[in-house]
């Protein structure tokens, strides 16, 4: 099956820093890729699609200066946390299709814990 | 209000047995419904994909239900085991916001399987 990879795995920073995740599709092409947050016990929210050469489209109540995202190739997207804070603390996956396997089931990466102190 | 709705409690069954997972949705009209599985601190592994036109699909010891009146979608595992035991989502595209290419996933329901 296809191959997510999100890096890194876990992350602490201090508050007011910038913390970029990585999210690569290895073996497939993604001209969309999906950005998702979860906080513990809770569903995952999706944050913005991200679209290969394009802008992103955020999802209501997400703040795109705050949280910026570049898919500047096909197996390339990232998001950057902007200034964190510690309410920014949570787990954030990252999501595409490949669409040659021509169905609508999502490809996850293994998420990246973010932790702001 | 768009709703995707899983119980919350935790589901215990002893090994062997079959689990039975429910999820109700409201103001959605999904063109499909899909399972995924997702262990603590991982991201969600795909399962199963049922169609609005479907009404049951089965892999392995997976089996999945799908009720478009009812609006509701039964995910079965028959004879489970401790390594079955995790969090199961269910989701829908967002078909009826004009947002096909998005999922919403439910909260999730965890699953127990003890010897």
């Known amino acids: 099956g296809a191959v997510v990879s999100q890096h890194p795995s876990r992350v602490i920073c201090k508050s007011g820093t910038s913390v970029k995740i990585e999210c690569r599709s290895l073996?497939?092409?993604?001209?969309?890729m999906f950005w998702y947050r979860q906080f513990p016990k809770q569903s995952l929210m999706l944050m913005a699609t991200?679209?290969?050469?394009?802008?992103?489209?955020?999802e209501q109540g997400v703040e795109k200066d705050k949280f910026l995202i570049n898919h500047a190739s096909l197996t390339l997207s990232t998001l950057t946390v902007t200034s964190a804070h510690p309410e920014d603390s949570s787990f954030y996956i990252c999501?595409?299709?490949?669409?040659?396997?021509?169905?609508?089931?999502?490809?996850f990466g293994s998420g990246t814990q973010l932790s702001v102190l | 209000s768009q709703k995707i709705e899983q119980n919350s409690e935790a589901l215990n069954i002893q090994e062997g047995k079959t689990a039975t997972l429910t999820c109700n949705y409201t103001n959605y009209s999904p063109a499909y419904l899909q399972w995924y599985r997702q262990d603590p601190g991982r991201g969600p592994v795909f399962l199963l994909l049922?169609?609005?036109?479907?009404k049951e699909k089965r892999k392995e010891r997976l089996k999945v239900t799908f009720d478009t009146t009812l609006k509701q979608s039964l995910f079965h595992i028959t004879a489970s085991q401790p390594a079955d035991s995790a969090t199961y989502l269910c989701?829908?595209?967002?078909?009826?916001?004009?947002?096909?290419?998005?999922?919403?996933f439910g909260t999730g329901t965890r699953l127990q399987v003890t010897l």
């Open positions: 989701a829908l595209d967002g078909q009826r916001a004009g947002t096909a290419s998005k999922l919403t």
């Open positions: 991200s679209n290969e050469g394009s802008k992103a489209t955020y």
């Open positions: 073996d497939f092409q993604a001209t969309t």
């Open positions: 049922i169609r609005e036109n479907e």
């Open positions: 999501s595409a299709r490949d669409m040659g396997q021509g169905d609508e089931k999502l490809f």
